[in-house]
């Protein structure tokens, strides 16, 4: 192996053959002899002529090569007090099994499953059993609320939906069957199954098109992997965009099972029998990369924890898991660590467990701000690595490679371009900006294998959300820099896209929930900075003309109403706490809401009024408001 700038000289300048190499840590029922399709850009194909089996690779090629008693999937659930390891042997034969439910319930390659489900084994069964199938999982957060579900089963279209009967929230039973049979009744496609795991916390109602998920493993006979063409999809993971309908991420058999084999070694350090714990949850790209298949592509060990990291039971959990099952690479977001800061500011919970096997702390999902990399470092005494991803990406863009080798960290960045990934910071217009200036990150085409070749149904968006701002290029949606050492600095979002506690969210979904009330005009919501969840959104409205809000109670009720209406409509997870009513709301000429300029002030960051500004009395009304005063 060389180092780090060896290697990702060697993708630039040997493109195919790097990652034809790449390939070689795959099996492959036909092996690719082509890299790149390159014929309709920007609508680039990875290892076009391969076939594959994902889920073969994950599971099956383990244990016929002697390894099926080596622990697969370690599920860690202090929220019901259950600890269950999986071999590679056992975790194969319950996918193969369920693969047979799913197949005799008439899904195949190509057909899509939803599935809504809590941090559970059975959710990661669900996915290696669709990708045995060569069907196309879509995992939808549990934390969003049922309409948000009904978008994505109508945009999804699934023969079958795999839900269970509960999530657990600390100490709340969070029922989950009310809130699929409403989706259902939502959505215009109705799939023709639902199957239903029984979960003791709480027995759901089941109806005429429900299977109960053991009953039916009880009679199912096993389903062998099916090859398909690594360009098939494997999966889609809906992600926010500026509008409140989500984006279909579609990733690929082939590309994402190499890229995904290539960054545990090399980004995470992890090998075959080496313990991963990554603390997210399946529902988002970072669980299905690296709590499902990048570890069980390369005969690691992973663990899924159903819990938080700090209330029930306590702050100590993480701690536990690390030292229980001699965990090697952590990774999570920044904020369950200011939750842990805030809980435990001196680590006193960490200090009562063995750590001794830890070499690394992964942190991704939003900007690691320098006191919480300081505090983890400190605490920890191991490299504290940021690195930088996107749902669209699959796998990280940016990080420090600490398989290769570690470099040196500079606070407040992700530290370096991988292999493939030939990222540039360009200005308005398209040009270059000089190294420590900011400007839009973009990463030219084409893109590595692991990124996402179009949207669901909808390669219109995908070229007009990414590929048309800058020619030959890919929006990340994120603005920053590159200093004159290669570091890359990543700012934040440069659209209307928020991270709340290390998930991505869309205002512009929240605003069309404010706007659907029949007493609100016009409104607004702004992600503004939060100590603990890095982001929060905070909503303001304008009342239509004519409405009364003098009466008692009405303002307070109002609010409470806006709240419960997010809640209910995007989900908890949108944690939209305060709606302010407001006279206005500051434009351009144009008509353009000034959010950015509302941030800034709301944060503190940025009180310059632009000088497009219709009318700036509005906002000087406005800005008590923002600052809270
Ligand atoms: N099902 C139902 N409800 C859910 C849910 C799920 N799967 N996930 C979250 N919610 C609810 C929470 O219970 C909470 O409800 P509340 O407003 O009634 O308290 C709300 O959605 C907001 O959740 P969250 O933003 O996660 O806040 P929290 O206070 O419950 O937890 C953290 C905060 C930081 C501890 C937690 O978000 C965390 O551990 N995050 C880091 C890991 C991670 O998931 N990263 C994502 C990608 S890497
Ligand atoms: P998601 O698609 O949910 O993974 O969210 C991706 C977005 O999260 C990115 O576009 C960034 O805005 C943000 N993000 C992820 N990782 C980082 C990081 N290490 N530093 C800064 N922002 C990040």
Redo the contacts with the bound molecule.
């Keep these: 192996m060389g180092s780090y700038e060896e290697i990702f000289r060697s993708s630039v300048e040997d493109r195919e053959g790097f990652w034809l190499g790449a390939a070689d840590a795959v099996d492959w029922t036909t092996p690719p002899t082509t890299a790149l399709d390159e014929t309709n850009p920007p609508f680039y194909r990875w290892f076009p002529d391969g076939e594959l089996n994902v889920s073969y690779n994950a599971l099956d090629r383990h244990v016929e090569a002697g390894n099926g008693d080596r622990a697969a999937l370690i599920y860690d659930s202090p929220v019901t007090d259950t600890k269950r390891t999986y071999s590679y042997a056992q975790l194969r034969d319950e996918v193969a099994a369920f693969a047979g439910v799913l197949r005799d319930l008439g899904v195949g390659v190509g057909d899509r499953v939803v599935i809504y489900m809590p941090m559970v084994p059975e959710a990661a069964i669900a996915m290696l059993a669709c990708a045995r199938l060569g069907a196309v999982h879509s995992v939808v957060f549990g934390g969003f609320a049922a309409k948000e579900l009904a978008v994505r089963i109508d945009d999804a279209t699934p023969t079958v939906i795999v839900s269970a009967s509960c999530g657990i929230e600390g100490k709340r039973v969070i029922e989950y069957k009310p809130l699929l049979d409403e989706a259902i009744g939502l959505a215009t496609h109705k799939p023709d199954t639902q199957v239903i795991l029984q979960r003791p916390q709480a027995q759901a109602a089941m109806g005429g098109n429900d299977v109960d998920w053991a009953s039916a493993v009880a009679d199912a006979s096993p389903a062998d992997p099916v090859a398909v063409k690594a360009t098939d999809p494997l999966y889609i993971l809906y992600?926010?965009g500026t509008t409140g309908k989500p984006k279909g991420v579609v990733r690929d058999c082939g590309g994402y099972a190499v890229a995904l084999a290539w960054s545990m070694p090399n980004v995470y350090d992890v090998g075959p029998g080496q313990t991963i714990f990554t603390a997210s949850d399946v529902g988002?790209?970072?669980g299905h990369s690296y709590i499902v298949y990048a570890p069980l592509l390369v005969g690691a060990t992973t663990v899924l924890y159903e819990g938080k990291p700090v209330g029930t039971p306590d702050a100590g959990q993480f701690w536990r898991v690390m030292s229980e099952y001699g965990v090697r690479s952590m990774f999570t977001a920044p904020t369950a660590f200011r939750a842990l800061k805030k809980e435990d500011p001196h680590g006193e919970y960490a200090k009562r467990y063995d750590l001794s096997g830890l070499e690394y702390l992964f942190?991704?999902?939003?900007?690691?701000d320098p006191e919480t990399y300081r505090w983890a470092s400190e605490l920890l005494g191991i490299p504290v690595i940021?690195?930088?991803?996107?749902?669209?990406t699959g796998w990280p863009i940016?990080a420090d490679p600490a398989g290769i080798e570690l470099l040196p960290i500079k606070p407040g960045s992700?530290t370096k371009p991988l292999p493939g990934w030939d990222i540039r910071i360009l200005d308005g217009d398209g040009r270059p900006v000089p190294p420590g200036e900011d400007g839009a990150i973009v990463a030219k085409l084409p893109l590595p294998p692991g990124a996402f070749p179009t949207l669901w149904n909808d390669d219109e968006r995908f070229l007009s959300s990414y590929m048309s701002a800058f020619e030959g290029y890919y929006l990340?949606?994120?603005g920053g820099r590159i200093d004159s050492d290669g570091y890359v600095f990543?700012?934040?979002?440069t659209d209307d896209?928020i991270?709340v506690a290390?998930?991505?969210l869309s205002t512009g979904g929240m605003e069309e929930v404010l706007a659907s009330h029949p007493d609100v005009a016009e409104c607004a919501v702004i992600g503004v900075a939060d100590a603990m969840k890095g982001q929060v959104p905070r909503g303001f409205v304008v009342l239509k003309a004519g409405i009364d809000a003098s009466a008692e109670g009405y303002e307070d009720a109002l609010r409470a109403e806006l709240v419960a209406m997010v809640r209910n409509q995007v989900g908890a997870v949108a944690s939209l706490k305060e709606v302010a009513i407001v006279g206005g709301l500051p434009k351009t000429r144009s008509g353009k809401i000034l959010r950015k300029t509302m941030r800034g002030i709301a944060d503190g960051t940025d009180e310059a009024v632009p000088s497009t500004i219709d009318d700036a009395s509005v906002l000087d009304t406005l800005r008590p408001v923002l600052r809270k005063e």
Excluded: I, K, Y
């Design positions: 992600t926010s988002w790209v970072v942190l991704a999902g939003e900007r690691l940021d690195h930088w991803w996107q749902t669209e940016v992700p990340t949606g994120d990543v700012m934040g979002r896209v991270n290390g998930h991505r």
